[in-house]
């Protein structure tokens, strides 16, 4: 069965002070789980052993980082390896983040050697793709998030594509405010499972799941989790509200 997923990615925001108290409140309000649903909380790198000690006692919930390096280790100041974050017992990687696209200029291609390196230390990317607004308003979208796929993607095995989670982030709907509708979101998906079900077998795009991002909060949730290929969410400034939050973890599936 498909995981349900709410992952609530904190971007570059919170202090330790803010990050605790953050931390100790949703501890206190998370529902209890099924088997097949997970919490993810991408925290900023100085919080990562924060977070593995407030969330290790509770079933199903993970820390993910939200980014890492190409290489395994090197002269690379300020950079964060996957053997730094395996270390630390961190199970999930945010990769191709379109922040991480557009703010640090990174390829298609170098977030294949990311994921590549992920998989090597036995890590789980969340894989983002996404089409910015011009894309969209020319009706490409489909094409232009193929395309990422392909060059980001293609090249894994069908066992390795199984220990990936993507997420869909529509560029336009990401901190603006604007949200694709829900049926904007199960059209991208559907045809996000299609391509890695046509690559790497029905077996396997059957059971990846699919996230969306986009400016999603307590609102609009339950509505786009609804949506028969849409597993769950990423989470952004939403994510940083326990309450509202916890209101997205109670709309999955």
Known sequence: M???IAAANWK????????????????????????????????PFPYLSLAQTYTQSLQNVYV????????????????????????LNVQYVIIG???RRNYFNESNAL??????????????PIFCCGEPLEIRKAGTQNNFVTQQLQESLQHLTAEEMSKMVVAYEPIWAIGTGETATAAQAEDMHTHIRNWISK????????????LY?????????QEIFSRSNVDGGLVGGASL?????????????
């Open 2 to 4: 498909k995981k349900q």
């Open 12 to 43: 570059m925001n919170t202090t330790l002070g803010q990050a605790t108290s953050l931390l100790q409140q949703l501890k206190g309000q998370f529902p209890v789980l099924e088997q097949y649903q997970q919490i993810i909380l991408a925290v």
């Open 64 to 87: 993910a980082a939200q980014n890492c390096h190409h290489k395994a280790s090197g002269a690379y100041t300020g950079e964060i390896s996957v053997e730094m974050l395996q270390s």
């Open 97 to 99: 983040h379109s922040e």
């Open 111 to 124: 977030i294949a050697e990311k994921i590549n390196i992920a998989l090597q230390y036995n890590m789980q």
């Open 199 to 210: 690559t790497f077998g029905i077996s396997v795009g059957s059971a990846l799941s699919i």
């Open 213 to 221: 991002g986009g400016s999603v909060n307590a609102n609009n949730a």
């Open 241 to 253: 509200k326990a309450a509202e939050f916890v209101h997205i973890v109670e709309a999955l599936k």
